[in-house]
């Protein structure tokens, strides 16, 4: 089943360190029993998500969020009492910085700049299947975690949080690289929890050595992994790669 929707994520800074090591608690809303239910079944396949709640109106949200305190909203624009902007602006009124990431049939410029006017950092206006919504919620992830890794952040500390939100199109790929190793490589990697080596990682996925780090430099260079070097007693610094978000 194809859900005609935008995803637009929005968050705010002070909210972010509740979500290092641990699960991000997740409250969906929308007023079709049967998509709410869909996303709830979507969220629940993602690692390190758990769904604390599903209500179908924005009294219902607001009350949700007062009561189950969640860090992330999977909120639908179209509700029965009131828009999902309108339970946005009355949160943040109330001075609460849950995080959103909004779905809506609306595809008009004046919606999608009305939520991007709200914080928006991202938005997809296609169907989308659980592929698509599972990516966004791993970049979610990794972007929450590495935003709350510190208190502050550099220029180049910044700029790599603000291309998490945005995964590579298969279109925008180098010359050599393909997306199934691409997301192959992208997975073992998140899966690590201590920085692998090219050969590691070469192991780890079945490819040879110089296809590993040559997908590992694309990652470095977009900001989805970081590289780290270990120096021993002679010779030159061995190169790790760390996925951005996993844990030191």
């Known amino acids: 089943m194809s859900v005609y929707h935008v995803l637009v994520i929005v968050f705010t800074a002070p909210r972010a360190a509740r979500y290092t090591r641990r699960m991000i608690r997740t409250l ?17 396949r993602v690692p390190g998500f758990k769904v604390v709640g599903v209500v179908h109106t924005g009294r219902e ?3 949700a969020v007062e009561r189950l305190d969640p860090d992330l909203l999977i909120l639908d ?34 919606s999608i700049q ?8 991202h938005y997809i206006v296609k169907p989308f299947d659980f592929a698509r919504f599972e990516q966004t ?12 890794a510190r ?8 700029d790599r949080l603000y291309r998490l ?9 180098p010359k050599g690289l393909n997306r199934p190793t691409l997301e192959l490589v992208i997975r073992f990697l998140a899966e690590q929890r ?17 296809t590993a780090r040559r997908y590992l430099d694309y990652l470095e260079q977009r900001g989805h992994a970081r590289l780290e070097l270990r120096y021993g007693s002679t010779g030159r610094p061995e190169h790790l790669y760390r996925a951005v978000g996993a844990e030191p």
């Not at 939100?165 to 790929?173: G, I, T």
């Not at 080596?197 to 996925?205: H, I, K, L, P, R």
């Open 28 to 44: 969906v809303v929308d007023d079709d029993y049967m998509v709410a239910d869909i996303h709830r079944g979507y969220v629940e």
């Open 61 to 63: 949200a607001l009350e």
């Open 77 to 110: 624009i179209y509700l029965p009492d009131q828009t999902g902007l309108a339970v946005l602006d009355e949160l943040r009124r109330k001075g609460k910085t849950v995080d959103a990431i909004m779905v809506t049939a609306a595809k008009e410029v004046a």
């Open 114 to 121: 009305q939520a991007m006017q709200r914080g928006a950092l």
């Open 137 to 148: 919620l791993v970049n979610f992830r990794r972007f929450a975690e590495e935003r709350g």
């Open 151 to 158: 208190d502050v952040l550099a220029q180049p500390d910044i």
């Open 165 to 173: 939100m945005s995964p590579p199109a298969a279109a925008e790929l």
């Open 194 to 210: 201590i920085p692998k080596t090219a050969q590691e990682v070469a192991d780890g996925t079945g490819v040879s050595r110089g």
